[in-house]
DNA sequence: TCATTTTCACGTAACGTTTCATGAACCATT
DNA sequence: AATGGTTCATGAAACGTTACGTGAAAATGA
């Protein structure tokens, strides 16, 4: 039994396969080498159960295989999602993430930032609200959902037009009269354009509709407040309701139920965003589904692409709508 | 303008300090120095905008900061949950979370497991459902809600208290006759002993109970005709029921309204996790809350402490009930 | 067969830290 | 004033890699 203490190393590989330490390193990086050498080098790694050492890797040579994503949590389903996605694309390649949760945070933010400078990350994925923040001048960043710059690319679903789906599904549900619910500070900038493509929708489709948008406070109260003051002997004068999140969506329903309106009966509801439950098929509510697979899928390709020509500044990707519930069957 | 283009490192700092490089790394360390040394480094440091470079500290030194998180997955929200409080946790002790999300694959885990090795983590901290993995011996591991055997730490919620704590909330609240309801596979071992406290409960206060565990395939749908089966006149015969998780009793609410059984009037329902909307004070159903931060917390205490005396075997923190409407308004 | 090119393993010099033996400077004691 | 003891900044060695210049051996051409 030798000196198994610590891990074997690369001098450790060369000694037992009888080569030089650089052929060493060609065979672990996949360089070309001799036939007759790479076979014991393979063989001498086997035997020792070597594995590199990321930390001498990450110091010599300036990639370090991670990559950093700044995200306000890892528990909003849609954040959840997210973080599923992206760590599952980077294992793919091989790359490492440090997972930044910010809580939307300034300071800690910028903390976080800081520590991913410390450790040499290769790029950054940010999720955050911040227009202010300060991304070091040599580092990938990629935006998610939020635009931050020309020089910045930025992902994200397509907001626009999936305001507009809602609002084409609804008519084609047979609603007249719709609104729009929204909280002010919870979504900023592309989101924004969630409003602006349901507008659209209704006007193309001659559906009469309304908007409210609280800033924050007690929204949930207000919403009800506003709920009720359209009730006209017990009957809501809404016959659709487009929620910016499935997350409103959700409190909403439950508003309705205290209020005695039956959905999708006398209320059509959808949502934004695509949540279910873990490993369930179904939907919480009618929706606008958001491609989290392929945003995440996307943001590291982007990020890790070597020779990036050029750089997209904003990548729109399609939604679709999903059947949750809240709304009536579609006729088919 | 001098050669900004690589990031300064303590030779910069020492240079423009005028002292030698290892009182840098002293400052840089918090280790004694002298004033004047002190405060002309940290000057230096400000001026030049000077961070460590892991990479470097963790080849030198063993300890890398970092430590692994093995979970299955980042989306269900209890792990989510946990992932946010562990993340939390590291953050307040200048630590980062190699987030290792498994889909409880034993080829991922292992393969995780190396990468971890790779990166000379400092610790590990595991859920896994997987008895058989091989943590190699020197690696420092914390379980959670399953034991990996007597060598190794268990940090987990007192699941007994918990079913026993369930039970007797149903007798309170004027149950007679309970259900027990648990997919099989879907927990193991620690989670057990929901179903012993439960049990234990219900005999001390003689309720009538009767538990139904199934083992996968299409779990709901065997759920619904066991409910049915129990129903005579449309009036279910349970006026109780416990689910292993608030995942199951989301589903056996839409089971019980589509039977047209009202909650909590007809039948109450209690389940386990303490799953809320993000950012909401409001239980998604009435539960046997886990301290989810507290374990979080306890994990990360448990792996950092230094020199740890001795290695408890196993660490139950209590647990507690939440209303969440789907029990009767607590008389009080 | 000899000269010329090509190939490719070799070995060494960094990378940016930490650690430790070294010795200069200071203080206290006789 | 001289000695012994203490403090503490210094500078070099090492951590485990990667990358590059070097030269020996093999392959090519005349």
Known sequence: MKKELSAPTMKDVAREAGVALGTVSKVVNGLPVGE???????????KLNYQVNSYAQGLKASRTHTIALLIPNTVEPFFASLVYHINLALLRRKYRMLLCSTDSDPGMEQEYIDMARQNKVDGIIGLTYNPNLKIEEGTPFIAIDRSMGPKISCVTSDNFAGGQLAAEKLADLGCKNVAFLRIGSSLTNEPNKRKAGFENGCLSRGLHYEMKILNDGDP????EAFLTEHIQDGKLSFD???????????????????LNQRVP??????GFDGTRHFGSLEYTCSTIVQPVSEIAEMCVELLLQENAPVKPPLICLPVSYAYGGTTLEERN
Chains 1, 2 share one sequence.
């Open 36 to 46: 007759p050498y790479k076979r014991r080098v393979e063989e001498a790694i086997q």
């Open 240 to 258: 659709g309701i487009f929620c910016v999140t499935d997350h409103l969506a959700y409190e909403i329903l439950k508003t309705l139920r205290r």
């Open 220 to 223: 949930y109260e207000e919403f």
């Open 265 to 270: 009966e006398d209320v059509q509801v959808i």
